[in-house]
């Protein structure tokens, strides 16, 4: 079935830092791409998407590329702030209504 | 802006109750999730339904049940309730030609079970 994984944390950052968050996935067709976040004592936001390969989803400074040869998503912020501590989740969909997420990884940004 | 309310932002339960969750959306969307999230184990999918009084299992039903007798409101049931399932419970919505779309999540119910 379809899965993903995303590396574990906790991932701890100075201020104005990079940041990088892996994230592969398994699946038979071709999936739906999603990064969500959570905020603390928040539910999810959707922070980008991908629908197709070699497209590129962006939001608030974060980017990530949607590669099909090597089944990955991974999410990128090039100078990270205090506010973008969070827990970071990868998804997929793939051409179904339910989503499939991976474990998340909790960001703290230190200042 | 997508509204997705749930009934309570904490609960505290005692082992044995019935537990009532609710969820109410202002979307007019077809699909209602109900998902419990733990630490490490990320998102895991109880049920979901995609019409009014239409449900599915998930991958984690057991001990759960759900009710959707109106489009914008989705329900879920803990029949009696155990200590493993306190948790945070998050509801989501997304609508029927979004296949493969997003999700719109609620603020979450953290549910204590003593």
């Known amino acids: 079935g379809d899965s993903v994984t995303q590396m574990e944390g906790p991932v701890t950052l100075s201020e104005e830092a990079f940041l990088t968050i892996n994230c592969t996935y398994t699946?038979?067709?071709?999936?739906?791409l999603f990064w969500y976040v959570q905020y603390p004592g928040e539910g999810l936001q959707l922070l980008l998407k991908?629908?197709?390969?070699?497209d590129k989803g962006s939001n608030k400074g974060f980017e990530a590329t949607y590669r099909k040869e090597t089944t990955s998503f991974h999410l990128e912020k090039g100078s990270v702030q205090v506010s973008d501590s969070a827990v970071y989740f990868c998804a997929l969909s793939d051409r179904e209504v339910k989503l499939s997420f991976g474990a998340g990884t909790t960001v703290t940004v230190r200042a | 802006d997508v509204k997705v309310t749930q009934s309570s932002r904490y609960l505290v339960k005692r082992t044995g109750e019935k537990v009532f969750l609710e969820c109410v959306q202002d979307?007019?969307?077809?699909?209602m999730f109900w998902y419990r999230q733990d630490p490490g184990l990320g998102l895991r999918l109880i049920y979901f339904?995609?019409?009014?009084?239409?449900?599915e299992k998930g991958d984690i039903p057991e001990g759960y049940s759900v009710s959707r007798e109106k489009k914008e409101r989705f329900s879920l049931i803990l029949e009696s309730a155990s200590t493993n399932q306190t948790s945070m419970y998050l509801c989501?919505?997304?609508?029927?030609?979004?296949?493969?779309?997003?999700?719109?999540f609620g603020p979450g119910t953290r549910l204590t079970v003593t």
């Open positions: 991908a629908t197709k390969a070699d």
């Open positions: 979307m007019d969307h077809e699909n």
């Open positions: 989501a919505i997304s609508g029927r030609t979004r296949l493969g779309g997003e999700q719109y």
């Open positions: 339904s995609y019409d009014v009084k239409m449900k």
């Open positions: 699946a038979t067709g071709y999936p739906s």
